[in-house]
């Protein structure tokens, strides 16, 4: 039995938000800190080899994420008390399951905005 190797991604909007946010940190501007530890938070999260909660493709939030990214399966983690990570498998060949992180929101306003639940 072949064992799989799982890769984690970034969304490539959110690895720009990602190297900006290093840059804004190395200049000593901490605006976008609590972010950036979101992000960091959400790749250990799936290095850990933990899994998220599926999103039924029935609920407007994956129709969000579906029509921005067209993918075919979302998950979410809980990386603090009010803040989400969304992420999406897909195949990256035979042996390789790549799992990319699109977005991380830092409150759930951010989240019920995009699922048009307020």
């Not at 579906?66 to 999406?88: A, P, Q």
Request: charged share 30%; aromatic share 12%; net charge positive.
């Amino acid at each position: 039995m072949i064992n799989k190797e799982f890769i984690v991604q970034l969304s490539p909007e959110l690895f720009k938000s990602k190297i900006e946010i290093e840059a804004e940190l190395q200049n000593g501007n901490k605006t976008n800190e609590k972010l950036y530890s979101l992000i960091l938070k959400a790749i250990q999260f799936l290095k850990e080899k933990r899994t998220g909660a599926p999103i039924s493709k029935k609920l407007p939030i994956y129709e969000y994420y579906e029509k921005k990214y067209e993918i075919t399966n979302l998950f979410m983690m809980d990386l603090t008390r009010g803040s989400r990570g969304f992420y999406t498998i897909v195949s990256g060949g035979e042996l390789k399951v790549l799992q990319i992180i699109l977005e991380v929101e830092e409150t759930h306003k951010g989240y019920e905005r995009k699922g048009k639940y307020n």
